[in-house]
């Protein structure tokens, strides 16, 4: 067993849930650099492991975890040289379980470049699938698809139920070339050959899921086919309660790019949404649903025109990302109501060679990881 895993099962066995409140306002961050370029994390869970990806000398992206000041590299499903691997979700659990996608030997025969090509390099059309990674197996565990070629994971909760998207043999006309497959929202585990797809909205044809909280609840999209990433295919917010899909509707009426990134474990959902006459995503703005207050859309930051909420925890604190009309990209957190640039609450000798860029996610302990504009995988951690 490494290092990394006898410490996450160390940790994991006595932690739960933060129960500290947030002040009215963030205070400042003290940051720790875990990867100085080429790096991103994505996902950070209570105890603290951090997962993403680092860049190999060679250009190829590896899924990576940081723990106890230990760096593992997650390596892929294949053996082949260049092959690439990310966890490019936040993913919540306490068990030290990482969930994400990876090439692997097998060619695509229809060549579809698939959803992971929008975040992985993958010049020969590799089959992509979902994986899961935890302390106690040690290495990627391949996913399983409803019997098309490609598959993608997103999160994974303590029950051991990870959820995602994967693609059947059905020949689907609402797909945009080189798209060729239809593609279901799915749930995988808690058993290790345990695979079901979820309904989508009436008239829909395919989806994604995106997140899952310990009580069973997903969130993800509904929608035609298209390019198999967004547009189109997110015609439609959905959450699942019990199996049963619930859409979040988007009040402006935009049929396309309406994305729940994340859900917390009281319910509540953040993502970002059409525009009208935006079908092209430039202009999406970030919202938050929950239950008593239905749908929301949240402020921008100062002179930008599109934003990404990323990440929720149970304090109801949001990280995310927006960006200017020149694509100059913003960090924020949310909270009580006003929004802040990540930014200008980090404390000096940071480490930073540039400004922190993107903000992926957050735990109940306030803690931020993300990437800066030179490529440095980052943790900040509120001191005050």
């Given amino acids: 067993m490494n290092a990394i895993s006898q410490a996450v099962i160390t940790a994991a066995a006595g932690f739960g849930l933060a129960s500290a409140s947030v002040a009215a306002q963030p205070g400042h961050y003290a940051v720790t650099i875990l990867s100085s370029s080429g790096a991103s994390g994505n996902s950070i869970d209570d105890p603290g492991m951090v997962a993403g990806f680092h860049t190999l000398a060679g250009g190829a992206m590896h ?19 260049g092959l690439s691997s990310i966890v490019q979700w936040p993913v919540k659990n306490r068990l030290g379980i990482v969930s994400g996608i990876s090439l692997t030997d097998q060619l695509d025969p229809n060549r579809e470049g698939w959803s992971c090509g929008f975040f992985l390099p993958n010049p020969s059309f590799n089959v992509c699938l979902g994986f899961v990674w935890s302390p106690a197996e040690e290495a990627m565990r391949a996913l399983p698809t409803l019997g098309g070629s490609n598959g993608f994971a997103t999160g994974t909760n303590d029950l051991g139920e990870t959820v995602g998207w994967a693609e059947n043999t059905i020949h689907d006309p609402t797909c945009v070339p080189p798209q060729v497959m239809q593609f279901r929202p799915v749930v995988w ?76 474990g009281r319910g509540d959902v953040v993502g970002f949404a059409g525009a009208p006459n935006d079908p092209q995503g430039n202009f999406t703005p970030a919202f938050m649903w929950t239950r008593e207050g239905g749908w929301t859309f949240l402020p921008l930051l100062a002179g930008d025109i599109a934003s990404v909420a990323t990440s929720i925890n149970n304090q109801r604190q949001v990280v995310g990302y927006s960006n200017d009309a020149s694509f100059n990209f913003h960090p924020w957190i949310w909270q009580d109501g006003r929004i802040f640039d990540l930014n200008g609450l980090i404390l000096p000798g940071s480490g930073l060679t540039g400004p922190i860029l993107l903000a992926f996610d957050i735990n109940d302990g306030g803690e931020i990881t993300g990437t800066s504009a030179t490529g440095q995988a980052f943790v900040a951690v509120p001191v005050d």
């Avoid at 899924?63 to 040289?81: C, E, I, R, S, Y």
């Fill in 63 to 81: 899924a990576t975890v940081w723990a106890f000041g230990t760096q593992l590299d997650l390596g892929t499903l294949g053996k082949g040289p």
């Fill in 189 to 264: 585990g808690p058993g290790p050959n345990d695979l079901r797809a979820l309904p989508l909205v009436a008239g829909d044809s395919a989806g994604a899921a995106t997140a899952i909280n310990d009580r069973g609840q997903i969130v993800g999209i509904s929608g035609a086919c298209g390019f198999a990433v967004g547009g189109v295919s997110a015609a439609h917010a959905v959450l699942w309660n019990n199996g049963v899909a619930l859409e979040l509707v988007n009040p402006d009426g935009a049929p396309y790019w309406n994305t729940p990134m994340m859900i917390n």
